[in-house]
């Protein structure tokens, strides 16, 4: 016999997935601020006719930059909604198969 998660159940691992989802995000940033700046200091005091620094900066901000995108921006509200349609859509075959 197969045990269905309830609808508590689904709403808690959807809140917990996206916790998860914006505390890594937030980790990504947070190094972000704290290692570039230390680079770029380390780079002005050996070498600051070459700004060697920005290649880093640059590379990591586009991966911080994709990261917000799959947090909070494009693609989120399609994949809610095909989850939702999804799981009306089986509930639907339930309710005919009784």
């Known amino acids: 016999m197969e ?3 309830n609808k508590e159940t689904i709403a808690y691992r959807k809140a917990s997935r996206r916790v998860k989802e914006l ?8 190094s972000y601020c704290v290692v ?3 680079l770029a200091i380390l780079n002005l005091v ?10 880093p900066a ?6 911080i930059t994709f ?6 921006g494009i693609g989120k ?12 859509k089986e509930e639907k075959q339930k309710i005919k198969t009784f």
């Open 3 to 5: 045990i269905l998660p």
């Open 36 to 38: 570039i700046p230390f």
């Open 46 to 55: 050996t070498a600051p006719e070459y700004l060697w620094f920005l290649w």
């Open 77 to 88: 509200s399609w994949e809610e909604r095909k989850i939702k349609e999804l799981m009306e």
């Open 23 to 30: 505390k890594e995000f937030y980790g990504n940033l947070t």
């Open 58 to 63: 640059l590379g990591w901000g586009v991966g």
């Open 67 to 72: 990261h917000a995108i799959s947090v909070f």
